[in-house]
């Protein structure tokens, strides 16, 4: 299993560009979230999946877009790019069950850098 | 709303140190409580507690929780320059629209110098 796979690694937008970051999981899970980080900071939610088809809005979600077509992947859109968007974008994925704690546990890809000019 | 909070956010020791890193949280509705390290790239995952004061252990790594306090620590005894990372505390809401949510604190960066 590849796990969480996220491309690009890096990448440098111009104010007002757009982009989409890839995530994919090849290990079935149905919860799929997006994250940034900031310098010295710890992980803010942007989006999360509970499922094909179903999203919602985590606690920084102005500026971004995402989508869920299929189990495996959550691309994450940027549109009309800005500084505040420079950061590192985490993908991650879980398959939590309520009967099963050690099912909390999140998986993380190996991260996007991205810098706004 | 759900709030984790690290203490100390950084912490310079010297290798063979011991460290205590600490994470205090306020869930409306408590499931666990897990620890991450990060180093270069992604987090990956060390510890998931549950319970009050049984201590989860992995070599030179322990960390153990207190429900009534609400708050966890993680001990690192005899540290080596391989410790140095960022360590992540988050809880896990049981109930309702939070399920399946991390909430994260904001991390304490440990460096460790030979």
């Known amino acids: 299993n590849a796990g969480v796979t996220q491309t690009p690694k890096f990448r440098i937008l111009k104010i007002g560009q757009s982009m989409t970051l890839q995530c994919t999981q090849d290990?079935?899970?149905?919860?799929m979230y997006w994250y940034r980080q900031d310098p010295g900071m710890g992980l803010k939610l942007i989006y999360y999946?509970?499922?094909?088809?179903?999203?919602d809005k985590g606690e920084v979600p102005n500026g971004y877009n995402v989508s869920r077509s299929t189990t495996e992947d959550f691309p994450l859109r940027l549109e009309l790019a800005a500084p505040s968007q420079t950061s590192v974008y985490f993908c991650?994925?879980?398959?939590?069950?309520?009967?099963?704690?050690?099912?909390?546990?999140?998986?993380f890809g190996p991260g996007t850098r991205l810098t706004v000019l | 709303e759900d709030k984790v909070v690290q203490s100390p956010l950084s912490l310079v020791v010297h290798e063979g140190d011991t460290v205590t890193l600490n994470c205090s949280y306020e869930?409306?509705?408590?499931?666990?409580l897990l620890w991450y390290k990060q180093e270069k790239k992604a987090p990956t995952f060390l510890f998931m507690l549950?319970?009050?004061?049984i201590e989860k252990k992995s070599g030179r790594l322990s960390s153990i929780l207190d429900k009534k306090e609400l708050f966890s620590i993680l001990n690192i005894t005899a540290t080596q320059t391989g410790d140095s990372a960022i360590y992540l505390c988050?809880?896990?809401?049981?109930?309702?629209?939070?399920?399946?949510?991390?909430?994260f604190g904001q991390g304490t960066i440990l460096t460790v110098h030979p």
């Open positions: 549950t319970s009050s004061g």
């Open positions: 869930v409306t509705n408590f499931r666990s």
């Open positions: 290990m079935n899970h149905n919860y």
């Open positions: 991650a994925s879980s398959y939590p069950r309520r009967e099963d704690v050690s099912t909390d546990t999140q998986y």
């Open positions: 999946s509970v499922g094909a088809g179903i999203t």
């Open positions: 988050a809880v896990k809401n049981a109930g309702g629209t939070s399920y399946g949510k991390l909430t």
